[in-house]
């Protein structure tokens, strides 16, 4: 059973075109919820840690939200550089040893 | 600081071989992690380590060995290599994991079994 679901898949944007890409997860008792950001041929760059529902953190274009199910990753007026894949993962509610990642979604931004 | 490195960066390997992937940290994390991402698949766990010395089975761990001699380093072991293990491999460490556990990632090793 996939614990941490993205959507969509692919998305692509204008610049300047705001729009929220979506994290669904199946775990109870969340321990963390993390966001990453992965540039084609790098590994992943850590950008938010969200823990409890109603909780939000921001970082220059992007805002990060959590509720009971799901996670949102808001880009206001996006640029080409962020431009990348959006991760999405889940720490394992009972050891908090293994986290669980979403198959991400690309994100295209057009000039 | 470096973070955390991989070697090789790349490599091919025929069916049955053996070899050892490298990771190293200079971050003083106490937490490193062995992922496999395939398309399709995302980021999936094959083995960690919750401090030196001591090594953990993740979600897809069969075919591999994992070994934590020293702090900063967390090798990764491919004993009979198999083209089911055609990946991209990383690593990543973090300074805790239970509360905080964001990670940090290395550059990933394309391997390629044919």
């Known amino acids: 059973e996939d614990q941490v679901t993205q959507s969509p898949e692919a998305l692509r944007l204008q610049e300047g075109e705001s729009s929220s890409l979506n994290c669904s997860y199946t775990?109870?008792?969340?321990?963390?919820l993390f966001w990453y950001r992965q540039d084609p041929g790098k590994g992943p760059e850590f950008l938010f840690t969200?823990?409890?529902a109603g909780e939000e953190k921001e970082k220059e274009r992007l805002k990060a939200t959590l509720t009971k199910k799901e996670s949102f990753l808001h880009i206001t007026a996006p640029k080409p550089e962020d431009s990348a894949t959006y991760l999405c993962a889940v720490q394992d509610p009972n050891t908090g040893n293994q986290f669980y990642f979403g198959t991400g979604t690309s994100l295209t931004v057009i000039p | 600081n470096a973070g955390v490195t991989q070697t090789p960066k790349f490599r091919v390997l025929k069916t049955g071989q053996s070899m050892t992937l490298l990771c190293a940290q200079d971050?003083?994390?106490?937490?490193m992690y062995w992922y496999r991402q395939d398309p399709g698949m995302g980021l999936r766990l094959i083995h960690y380590?919750?401090?030196?010395?001591?090594?953990a089975k993740g979600e897809v761990p069969d075919g591999y060995n994992v070994s934590r001699l020293k702090k900063q380093n967390f090798l990764l072991g491919l004993e009979s290599a198999a083209p089911s293990q055609t990946s991209v491999y990383f690593c990543?460490?973090?300074?805790?994991?239970?509360?905080?556990?964001?990670?940090?990632f290395g550059p990933g090793t394309r391997l390629t079994v044919t």
């Open positions: 971050m003083n994390h106490e937490y």
């Open positions: 990543a460490s973090s300074y805790r994991g239970q509360v905080g556990g964001e990670q940090y």
């Open positions: 380590s919750v401090g030196e010395g001591t090594t």
């Open positions: 969200l823990y409890s």
């Open positions: 775990v109870s008792g969340l321990r963390g």
